[in-house]
């Protein structure tokens, strides 16, 4: 357990209910110290010789290496964690430098992985447009080799131990890992102080012993796997059979369930923000509008610059955001920058958004200045190279093509053109012809004259904000009067109010569908409360009306869902969607199921109480921390808000009752029918029965994607 606790308390529950419970004898069947006995199974056989292996799909080719090893509980992982980091860290590993960074495919990483019985190493890569897969192969087995000879900069094991404490001291700032951290030690028989003493274990290891432990490691024994793209002939196709609803039986409660909810328990007080005192607002001595909040916690930083416009204003700076990192400067190779921020521990971020660029910093506070005089020197002095911008347009227009044949992607892109049109924040991309004939130069331009615009200063870490305001001012070059944000076209979701239904290809046995309402609504916070007891009861998880009838009553769905959104943004409309993944000759009973809850939604009082107590208590129990608390205020304030909204949902929610969130569906959702998408195979579709509810309009995956 991991949270907002007061561990005497936890304790004495527990020991109050389990004390007396008495460890298992298992020791005739293998167990141990009272233990339950785990399955034994043979030792495999030991890998002595390349394994290859081929799997086809529509997707995009790739490749992986994996090696075994031994299980999770070995010490033998701390040093494969070393050899993950020395391999692939993001930024200064010897396939991030020598593969990713001179673009010698179109990615390549690894990855360890322990497991109870045995471990794997992976090693995984793209091929570039053109590039063999056996190239690929070749490349990530020259960089083992690099390993194995001790080939790579002394300083980057100590750099990779840096990094683990950083990743580690982040990951202590969240409940989860704490409790996946606990669990893990408990899964795979690793001993609890083994656990916890990693890092002390970690830098303790040598660069001689990596490189001897790498030699014996990555021997001729290891396993291939080619991914190719193509149809899979092995596929069998199953009839569909009939199936035979089970009545669902939302109306019953179990006793166990009843002495759940009639049991008295310590009501958990909500907590909400309050921005004026969680957060401090003023100026830098240049006049830039900060946003500070201190951590007092550990020496943990996170620095962000934001800008409010952002790919709708101009699309050329998400390509300037990429270019930029393959670059150098007047002093420094693209390779050193790199290597300088991961001695550092520190890690910075371009993020273009549909209206908002953020230049972000974060690591250990100590190095922030160095950190931040390294991000400035490069957005500043990148120095142009026209063979890695050539090489960089190379991959983009191959990554285009690879994301064309991912189901998931291409249904994205469809919904964002079903919604948005054809200006959207997905299509809205550099043409090809645009990319080849970019000036590299003025790309760079974009991002060295960005701090010329009005933007604000986002802190979270251990600086005062005296110390706060001396380094950016000293390191963050700001022109004398900062410029007025451009102004482009904003992307506006569509109105959606006649049925209607857009179709586009994709060759497989199950279909993803979603259905858009938007009659343009403009929101009310009265209405709030309502919208998200709406969404728990109706379309959320495993107790909502949309699960239960679609997938567990009816079989339909790999998953379903149905929400009503309110909008993120002040002046954008409310809206709702269906969304399901269903096999192709499901399709129309899908809808029709659909069409039946959305116009007469199931009303059961035992479901409504469970979803409004759970909404109750998701806010009651939920902590907004740390940077969080600066994101929450930036959100409320893009939907016109300087409050914490939870505060008027969760004392709205009290008095909500079964006949309101009906009511509101009724009203807003019922009998209303929109813009269909789906993605699917037609040859495989009852196009007849589909023409019947809409017309159909056929869009081509050129059109969606824009190109």
């Known amino acids: 357990m991991a949270g907002d606790f007061d561990p005497d308390k936890v304790m004495a529950i527990i020991k109050q209910y389990f004390c007396e419970w008495k460890a298992s004898n298992d020791s005739s069947e293998g167990g141990e110290n009272g233990l339950v006995a785990q399955p034994t199974f043979p030792e495999l056989e030991p890998l002595t010789a390349p394994v290859d292996t081929t799997v086809i799909g529509l997707e995009a080719e790739n490749i992986w290496l994996g090696w075994r090893a031994e299980k999770a509980s070995s010490l033998q992982n701390d040093t494969l964690q070393l050899i993950d980091a020395i391999l692939s860290n993001g930024k200064a590993g010897l396939l991030d430098l020598d593969l990713n960074q001179q673009m010698k495919v179109m990615g390549a990483e690894s990855e360890t992985e322990g497991m109870m019985d045995y471990g794997l190493f992976l090693v995984a ?84 012993e990596v490189v001897d432990f790498a030699n014996r490691f990555f021997g001729q024994g290891y396993v291939t796997v080619y991914k190719r793209q193509g149809v899979d002939t092995t596929q069998k196709k199953i009839d569909k059979p009939a199936i ?23 009501p958990i007080e909500p907590l909400f923000l309050d921005f004026q005192k969680d957060l401090s607002f003023y100026n830098t001595e240049k006049g830039l509008p900060v946003i500070y909040k201190q951590n007092t916690e550990n020496d943990l930083f996170t620095l962000q610059f934001r800008y409010e416009f952002g790919q709708e204003d101009d699309n050329r700076y998400d390509v300037a ?67 890695a911008y050539e090489q960089l347009v190379g991959l983009i227009l191959k990554n285009r093509q690879d994301v064309k044949t991912d189901q998931r ?17 997905y299509r809205d991309n550099m043409t090809e012809q645009q990319l080849l004939e970019a000036n590299p130069e003025e790309l760079l331009g974009l991002l060295k004259n960005i701090s010329g615009f009005e933007h604000q200063v986002l802190y979270y870490g251990p600086l005062s904000q005296k110390d706060l305001d001396k380094c950016v001012t000293e390191l963050h070059p700001t022109t004398e009067a900062l410029l007025p944000v451009p102004e482009g076209k904003p992307y506006e979701l569509q109105t959606a109010t006649e049925p209607e239904i857009l179709i586009a290809p994709y060759d497989a046995k199950n279909i993803y569908m ?42 339909l769905a790999y998953n379903a869902a149905a929400y009503y959104l309110t909008p993120s943004k002040k002046g954008e409309p409310e809206n709702f969607f269906t969304h399901i993944i269903t096999q192709n000759d499901k399709m129309m009973d899908c809808i029709a199921q659909f069409r039946e809850i959305i116009d007469n939604v199931p009303q059961s009082e035992a479901a409504f109480k469970i979803a409004q107590d759970a909404m109750i208590k998701k ?22 808000y300087d409050f914490d909204v939870n ?61």
């Open 619 to 640: 806010i009651a129990s939920q902590r907004t921390t740390k940077f969080g608390v600066i994101m929450a205020y930036i959100s409320a304030k893009r939907q016109g």
């Open 244 to 266: 035979t609803p089970i009545p669902t039986n939302r109306d019953q409660v179990s006793q166990f369930v009843k002495d759940i909810q009639q049991a008295e328990v310590e």
């Open 514 to 555: 979603r259905m858009y309402y938007n009659e343009g609504r403009q929101t009310n916070l009265d209405e709030h409360a309502i919208i998200e007891l709406f969404n728990e009861y109706f379309g959320g998880g495993m107790n909502g009306i949309v699960f239960q009838e679609l997938r567990e009553a009816r079989g």
């Open 409 to 425: 992607t291409c249904y994205t892109m469809l919904c964002q053109y079903a919604q948005y049109g054809e200006h959207n924040v």
């Open 125 to 208: 890569g793209m091929p570039k447009e053109g590039q063999l897969l056996d190239e690929v192969k070749d490349l990530i087995l020259g960089e083992i080799e690099k390993l194995k000879k001790g080939d790579f900069d002394d300083d980057l094991l100590v750099s990779a131990l840096n990094n683990a404490k950083l990743n580690e001291l982040r990951s202590l700032d969240h409940n989860r890992a704490r409790v996946t951290e606990m669990m893990e030690s408990f899964i795979t028989g690793t001993p609890w102080e083994q656990q916890v003493g990693r890092m002390d274990r970690l830098a303790k290891i040598t660069k001689q």
């Open 647 to 707: 505060k008027k949902i969760y004392e709205d929610l009290q008095g909500l009752t079964l006949e309101d969130i009906a009511r509101f569906e009724q009203e807003h959702m019922a009998g209303k029918t929109g813009r269909f998408s789906i993605l699917g195979d037609e040859k495989e579709l009852d196009m007849k029965a589909l023409g019947q509810i809409a017309p159909i309009r056929r869009v081509s995956l050129e059109e969606v994607f824009g190109y």
């Open 321 to 387: 955001a990429s270019y930029i990192d393959y670059l150098g400067t007047d002093s420094l190779t693209a390779a050193q920058v790199k290597q300088q921020f991961y001695k550092l521990a520190c890690n910075y971020a371009i993020s273009v958004n549909a209206d908002a660029i953020t230049i972000g910093l974060s690591g250990l506070s100590e190095n922030m200045p160095a950190a931040l005089s390294l991000l400035e020197d490069l957005l500043r002095n990148a120095k142009a190279d026209q063979t």
